[in-house]
Structure formats: C-alpha cells, structure tokens
C-alpha cells in the first residue's frame, strides 16, 4: 500500500480529472449538436467562471474538428491566472471573488454582442463557479463600487454562497437567467455548458444562472441582508433603493420557470462534485480501502464542520476493529465567519482541516486532505492542505498549537510550516470542495 501522504494527493488529482474542460466539453457539444446538425452560420460563445476559458478553449478544438460552416466569436470572463489559449474567442481574466472594473467591463462587453444576436443564431454560454462575481453588470443606478462592498459584505458576514447569489441575482442585469431573456428576445437559441460548484447542482444556482430561471424573489434578497444585519450602515443607499423598487415591482423580476415555456434554451450540467468523489473513491478502491462519500452536500461553518467529522472517524474506528481501512469522503462548500478585528490567511478547505486535525488527536491512524478543486483556497494560492501521523509529530516537535491557529484563523500559517499546503495552481475547472479522510485501525 502507498504512503498516505501519496493517497491523498492522488484521490484529489482523480477528483479534478473527471471534471477536466478539455475531456468533457467536446463529449457535451456532441451530444448537443450531433453530425449533420452542427451550427451552421453565427455562433456566439459567451461565458464565466474559473473555468471557462478552459471550457472554451476547448470548445474551440471541438469546432475547428467538427463545424466546418459555423462563424464563432465571443467573450469569456476568468479569474486572473486561468485564462487558456483561444483564437476566435477573446478571454478577459477578471477580480474574484470581489468584483473589479475589469470584470464589469467585459460583462458589459458579453451583454453588447448578446444584444446583437439575431434569429437563428446560437447561443452558447460557458459556465462554472466564480461566474457570479466575474459577471457584474450592474442595473441603472448601482456602480461597482457599491456591488464590490455588498459583496464583500456578505463574504464577512458568513453567509452561504447560494445566500449571497440570491442578492447578486436581483442587482444584476446578466444574473438571474437575464442573459437567456435577452438572447430570446433576439430570437436565437441558446444551449448553456455548466460546471457545477454548488450543493445540488441547479443550473440557478452555478454562476448565479445566467440562463436559468430563477426561485428567487425581491423580498429574498431583502431577507437574506436582514439575517445577517446587513443594514443600510452596510449596504450602499443604491442596493437598498434598487432592492426595494423591485419589491414594490417597478422593475422586472429575475427570469421565471413560466417564461421558458416551449423556448428554445437548455442549461447542460456536464460536471459535479459528485462525479468527482466518485473518481476518488474508485482510486482508493483500487488502494485497499473502503470508501464511504458522506456526500457533496456538506456545509456549515468549517470548524465545527472539521469537529464533526472527527467525531465520525472516531465511531468508524470503532467499528473497525480487524476490517479493512476506510476512506470518508466528502464535498459541499463551508463558510469561515471572521470577526471584524482578525485578518486571517487561509481558506474555508485549510480551516476545516486545521479543525479536523485539532480536534483528532486521539486518532493515531487518521490522515486527511481538503482542497478546493479551483486550485485556489481563500486569501492564498494554495488549493487547501493534509496531514498525516507524521505531519502531527513534526507539528508537537516544532510546538504547533492548532488552537491558536484556529483562534486567529491562520491555517495557511499552521501549515505553511509543516510543508504540508496542497499547492496545484489554478486547476481550470471548479467542482466545490474536495475532502478525504483516511482511517487506518
């Protein structure tokens, strides 16, 4: 049997490889436009997230092969450093997850050349995780400025990301399905490509569903900022007022389930964190242990997260005894509330491992890694981190303390100097968090 340390790593890099772009768009778009009803005149590609210029380099490839007549041009927005190489489509690399100017110009750019479709063009639209911030087009009456501080507001407030959508949804004119409204409007069909990064995969909510209808409302977005006191302190005067005209119905509701009947425009999910914890399992499989996914629906606040899933491995040991060792593996996204006084360095992956490893010291056989499958965790560059039995000896050797860490919310400074960081650079695809736990009895 391997080495943990090698398990680790190698069940995570089979967890990014079933969600590679560059594998599983072409097999998309061949189901999409199968031989004999490929685009034949305009081809729009339009799209957002820290995968999509993997997506459309990919896309490219694919049309270059098999769409002789088609005329393809677009935009792309990515977050700085995972831009791909593209010839027809031209990539804006962008802020995230706070917005910046470069990402609202080129929003503005993908919404003028959608505004120029014609009947019987195509639509495509590239979507992954991160399209929410990188595609912030504000409606009349909010600048960026004032997107950029009620977003980073509600990322101190510990606020789900499916929350914080629901907001940015009802202050975007791209959000919330309005990209698709405007493509029918122009009377061309749309087909969008989704790499999903949210707990149960609804085209809704990755990205914030540019071309999805939307469950959301006005008054959900005024609830969510109530919740967390949000209040107008806060929030910019220009979010409440837009907020409030909405819910008085002065202006349009997010696009509806009702105004897609019989419309030519399907959202395709060709990646989720499920398949991914798949791909792992049956890597460790291979490795001798038993697998158990917990599921890819795990969320909450990653310390008491990390607690609880010490607590798991504890019964699983338990019940151990002479059987084979276990692997519990699990996705979903947590939050890190941080108090306004703390900086913190880290992210929501290496958080919930400091958390598992303080709160897992009677578990001598217990190895672990969590990293986000973006390759980027939090404030670093670091995708996450893991530990073995042997990092928790070089931890007691150098007078560690995990509780302080935890306290002041370093887990990048906790194992940064253990050399125990998981470092992939941006990975160019995005399926949520990835975390495994090895149990050896």
């Known amino acids: ?7 680790l790593q190698n069940a995570f890099a089979a967890a990014v490889a079933v969600a590679d772009p560059q594998m599983i768009v072409p097999q998309c778009l061949s189901q999409i436009f199968p031989l004999g009803q490929e685009p034949s005149g305009r081809c729009l590609v339009v799209g957002a997230g820290k995968a999509s210029a993997s997506m459309a ?14 005329q393809l041009e677009g935009v792309v927005l990515t977050r700085y450093g995972h831009n791909s190489p593209t010839e027809s489509i031209r990539i ?15 929003a503005k750019a993908i919404f003028e050349l959608v505004n120029q479709l014609k009947s019987g063009d195509v639509l495509i639209a590239l979507i992954s995780g991160g399209g929410s911030s990188l595609l912030t087009l504000p409606q009349a009456g909010i600048s960026i400025e004032d997107m950029r501080s009620t977003t980073e507001a509600l990322l101190r407030s510990g ?16 959000l919330g399905g309005n990209l698709a409204r405007v493509a029918l409007q122009r009377g061309a069909r749309v087909e969008a490509l989704l790499i999903s990064d949210v707990t149960g995969d609804s085209p809704a909510d990755i990205a914030s569903g540019p071309c999805a209808p939307d469950y959301s409302s006005y008054q959900d977005a005024l609830d969510v900022l109530g919740k967390y006191q949000l209040g107008q302190g806060v929030i910019p005067q220009s979010v409440w007022e837009h907020l409030n ?3 008085a119905g002065e202006i349009p509701e997010t696009l ?5 009947q019989n419309a030519p425009v399907n959202n395709h999910v060709i990646a989720t964190a499920y398949k991914s914890l798949e791909a792992a399992a049956d890597y460790v499989r291979s490795q001798g242990y038993d697998p158990v996914i917990l599921g ?3 969320t909450g606040e990653a310390q008491k997260v990390g607690i609880d899933q010490a607590t798991l491995g504890r019964s699983y040991l338990m019940k151990a005894q002479v059987g084979k060792p276990v692997a519990l593996i699990s996705g979903g996204e947590c939050t890190v509330t941080i108090p306004s006084n703390v900086k913190g360095r880290g992210g929501r992956c290496s958080e919930y491992l400091l958390s598992l490893f303080a709160a897992s010291e009677d578990l001598t056989g217990i190895s672990a890694l969590a990293a986000d499958t973006d390759g980027i965790d939090g404030s670093e560059k670091n995708a996450g981190a893991w530990f073995t039995p042997a990092i928790r000896k070089m931890a007691h050797a150098q007078g560690l303390l ?8 370093d887990c990048y400074g906790f194992f940064a100097q253990l050399n125990a960081l998981v470092e992939t650079g941006p990975t160019l695809t995005n399926v949520n968090d990835f975390r495994i736990i090895l149990l050896n009895p």
């Open 1 to 7: 049997m391997k080495q943990p340390e090698t398990i």
């Open 57 to 70: 380099s990919a896309l490219e490839r694919h049309a270059r092969d098999c769409w002789p007549k088609a």
């Open 92 to 106: 804006i690399e962008a802020g995230h997850p706070v917005p910046d100017q470069a990402g609202m110009d080129g």
């Open 159 to 174: 606020a789900p990301i499916e929350e914080m959508n629901i907001v940015r949804k009802h202050l975007s004119a791209i």
């Open 245 to 247: 005209r909405g819910l």
């Open 256 to 260: 509806k389930a009702t105004d897609l």
């Open 296 to 298: 890819d629906t795990i």
């Open 402 to 409: 995990s509780e302080q860490y935890l306290e002041g919310h």
